[in-house]
Antibody
Framework: EVQLVESGGGLVQPGASLKLSCVAS????????MSWVRQTPGKTMEWIGD????????NYAPSLKNRFTISRDNAKSTLYLQMSNVRSEDTATYYC????????????????WGPGTMVTVSS | DIQMTQSPASLSASLGETVTIQCRAS??????LAWYQQKPGKSPQLLIY???SLQDGVPSRFSGSGSGTQYSLKISSMQTEDEGVYFC?????????FGAGTKLELK
C-alpha cells in the first residue's frame, strides 16, 4: 500500500525557516518524481514544485522558487521541503504527492497524496 | 500560467441525481487534465486523469470528458459518499495549476 506521511509543520514566526519531511513507503521511491502542493485555509490549491526521481532536477512555481527548496534522500525514501523567510501567506496545509506522467501526451498528475502537515505563520 | 476556471462554485444534488462539474482552461491543455475529490479533513484523491481515464478503484459512476479548453466531470448517480470538494488540475505546463474547487452537497 502506497503511503506518504508528512511532518515538520507547526507554528512559525514570520521570517523564520522551516523544513518539512515526507516519508514514503509501499513503492520504489527512487522510481518516481515527487511534488509538494499546498492548500490555503480558504481551500486554494497551489503546486509548489517537483523533483526528479534521482534528485538531479527540480522545478518550482515562479512565485516561490526564491524561498522554497525541494530535495530528497532516496536511501531514506524521504522528500523534503525547505522553506525560508516565511510569510503569513505561507500559512497552509502542505501535501507531498507522488507524480505520474503520461509519456505519450506528456501530462502529469498526482496519484497519491499524504495526509498533509499544517504550517501556521504568525507572530 | 494556465488559469483553470471551475463552475459552479457549489451545488447540491439529490440521491441518484446526475451531477456535472465544468472546468475551463485559459489555453488548450490537450487533455492533460485531472480531477480530484477531497472530503472534509482529508487529502485529495485522484478520480480521473488524462481528462477521461478512471483511476483504479474509483466507482464507474464517475466519468470525465472534454478536449481543448473545456472539460467536465460527471457523477451519474449521486451517492451520500460523493459529498466533498472537487478540483480540476492541468498537468501540461509548468506551473501545474488547479481550479478553485466545486463544493458538492447532498440535498
Amino acid at each position: 500500500e502506497v503511503q506518504l506521511v508528512e511532518s515538520g509543520g507547526g507554528l512559525v514566526q514570520p521570517g523564520a525557516s522551516l523544513k518539512l519531511s515526507c516519508v514514503a513507503s509501499g513503492f520504489t521511491f527512487s522510481d518516481y518524481w515527487m511534488s509538494w502542493v499546498r492548500q490555503t485555509p480558504g481551500k486554494t490549491m497551489e503546486w509548489i514544485g517537483d523533483i526528479k526521481y534521482d534528485g538531479s532536477y527540480t522545478n518550482y512555481a515562479p512565485s516561490l522558487k526564491n524561498r522554497f527548496t525541494i530535495s530528497r534522500d532516496n536511501a531514506k525514501s524521504t522528500l523534503y521541503l525547505q522553506m525560508s523567510n516565511v510569510r503569513s501567506e505561507d500559512t497552509a496545509t502542505y501535501y507531498c504527492t507522488r507524480d505520474k506522467v503520461n509519456y505519450g501526451s506528456h501530462y502529469w498528475y498526482f496519484d497519491f497524496w499524504g495526509p498533509g502537515t499544517m504550517v501556521t505563520v504568525s507572530s | 500560467d494556465i488559469q483553470m476556471t471551475q463552475s459552479p462554485a457549489s451545488l447540491s444534488a439529490s440521491l441518484g441525481e446526475t451531477v456535472t462539474i465544468q472546468c475551463r482552461a485559459s489555453e488548450d491543455i490537450y487533455s492533460g487534465l485531472a480531477w480530484y475529490q477531497q472530503k472534509p479533513g482529508k487529502s485529495p484523491q485522484l478520480l480521473i486523469y488524462g481528462a477521461s481515464s478512471l483511476q483504479d478503484g474509483v466507482p464507474s459512476r464517475f466519468s470525465g470528458s472534454g478536449s481543448g479548453t473545456q472539460y467536465s466531470l460527471k457523477i451519474s448517480s449521486m451517492q451520500t459518499e460523493d459529498e466533498g470538494v472537487y478540483f480540476c488540475q492541468q498537468g501540461l505546463k509548468y506551473p501545474y495549476t488547479f481550479g478553485a474547487g466545486t463544493k458538492l452537497e447532498l440535498k
